[in-house]
């Protein structure tokens, strides 16, 4: 039994965070050969620590050396993560062409409203591309990531964000837009709604800032490295989006109107 919820616990960190069972695996083999005698307390806690050690100074060289760069982490960064979660489970890697041209429009975005950054959501793992990055379909190879939409307080604009995760708290179609999620839903599409399990906390005295958005969008499709940003098509008719990269992207995935997909070519 406690074979197996060793296994347990490598595949779940693996899922995770890509390097986490890797670690898991060290540090079991570490205390088990010779047999240490040390508290399972212990044991976790210098877990920890080697994982935090792997993930801040081991994985970021060589993830470069398989050509992906990680994201920002400071929040004082003008591209910044929208909670500290997705870097510490390396879910904030990208290609250096994403991360430069993310730079890029951030350092835009802030010149126009000072108050603003651009916040990053789930990227891709450091290494290997074709590794799932979970519950995402296409998060895989280093050329994707989701970006949070922008909201204001009492009109003041800002970085306030409505679920602590970045997602599952929806911009809700208007009775006369088109709902695409009961379109999908009604097709027998189950999951397509399902990350409003997944906000971590949310809150609803926001309200979604429609121009700002609008103008991180088209700053995004004018860049030439762009190949698509995904957004939910009341949100595309909403904010009057008639570029050809602006799409739809389809029942099988999860409802876009928390959140844009941002990809660029190969």
Not at 45 to 50: D, E
Not at 145 to 157: G, I, M, N
Request: hydrophobic residues 35%; aromatic residues 12%.
């Amino acid at each position: 039994m406690k074979a197996l919820g060793h296994i347990i616990a490598i595949v779940l960190w693996t899922l995770v965070s890509q390097v986490g069972g890797i670690v898991w695996l060290i540090n079991y083999g570490y205390f088990r050969w010779p047999k240490r005698g040390v508290s399972r307390t212990r044991q976790f806690c210098v877990f920890l620590l080697l994982y935090f050690l792997v993930t801040f100074l081991v994985v970021p060289p060589l993830a470069r050396l398989g050509g992906r760069v990680p994201l920002p982490i400071t929040k004082s960064k003008n591209l910044r993560p929208h909670n500290y979660i997705t870097p510490l489970l390396n879910r904030h890697y990208v290609r250096p062409q994403l991360r430069q041209q993310l730079i890029g429009i951030a350092q835009e975005i802030n010149t126009h409203h000072p108050a603003h950054k651009v916040s990053y959501l789930d990227a891709s793992f450091p290494f290997v591309d074709g590794f799932p990055l979970l519950p995402h379909l296409s998060h895989n190879d280093g050329r994707k990531v989701d970006l949070s939409f922008y909201y204001t307080k009492d009109k003041k604009k800002g970085n306030l964000k409505p679920a602590r995760s970045g997602y599952g708290q929806f911009v809700e179609p208007k009775p006369t837009e088109f709902n695409q999620t009961a379109d999908c839903l009604s097709r027998g599409y189950g999951p397509y709604a399902y990350t409003k399990y997944l906000t971590l906390g949310s809150r609803d005295d926001l309200e979604f800032d429609a121009a700002s958005t609008k103008q991180l969008v088209n700053l995004i499709v004018q860049e030439s490295l762009t190949q698509k940003l995904l957004i939910e098509p009341h949100l595309k008719h909403r904010l009057q989006l008639t570029h050809p990269k602006v799409r739809f992207q389809g029942c099988q995935a999860v409802r876009h109107d928390d959140h844009l997909h941002y990809q660029i070519v190969r």
